[in-house]
């Protein structure tokens, strides 16, 4: 038996004032996404915003329906949108925010598994790591500075 281990680490930083002028701009990006949730079931909007590089911003937001799984989370709208919209164009950062009508959102919130799935097959294609920076409605940014950050082991198309 050999053990496999796997050691990731993140960023916290107390504030977004705490990170450079391009990323605020790029979480103001995501809180005006957030606005555009579709979340009606659980009042709980998600924007997330990608920088990729030829400069544009692609946004995203949870999009929720009465048939529960047929919604679909604010980062895999945005990763999808900027496959079909720019093919082939790199995704170098992406911002997430997330608001709770019920209660404030002062931490990070993490993007879900199946978005860290959809999110890492873009990293994997292009060869070159995304930068997350993930926060709630305000406090504590969290930046990771690849998917893989917060998903090792992966399974992608080399497990096929
Ligand atoms: N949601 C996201 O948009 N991103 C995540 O990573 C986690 C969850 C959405 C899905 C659903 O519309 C709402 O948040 C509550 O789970």
């Known amino acids: 038996m050999k053990p496999l281990t796997f050691t990731s680490s993140l960023e916290?930083?107390?504030s977004l004032g705490e990170l450079p002028e391009d990323i605020q701009d790029l979480m103001k990006e995501a809180f005006k996404a957030r606005d555009t949730a579709y979340a009606p079931y659980s009042k709980f909007n998600v924007g997330a915003a990608i920088l990729l590089e030829n400069g544009e911003t692609v946004i995203g937001s949870n999009q929720e329906n009465a048939s529960y799984p047929s919604g679909l989370c604010a980062e895999r709208t945005a990763f999808y949108f900027a496959g079909a919209k720019h093919p082939g164009v790199k995704?170098?950062?992406v911002a997430i925010s997330?608001?709770?009508h019920q209660r404030a959102m002062e931490n990070p919130v993490p993007p879900c598994g199946a978005c860290r799935?959809?999110?890492v097959e873009y990293e994997v294609k292009q060869n070159a790591p995304i930068v997350l920076?993930?926060?709630g409605e305000t406090g504590?940014?969290?930046k990771a500075k690849s998917v893989q950050d917060l998903l090792p082991f992966i399974f992608d198309s080399s497990c096929l």
């Open 12 to 14: 916290v930083y107390d």
């Open 98 to 100: 997330a608001k709770s």
């Open 91 to 93: 995704m170098q950062k």
């Open 133 to 135: 920076y993930f926060m």
């Open 117 to 119: 799935q959809a999110m």
């Open 140 to 142: 504590k940014v969290a």
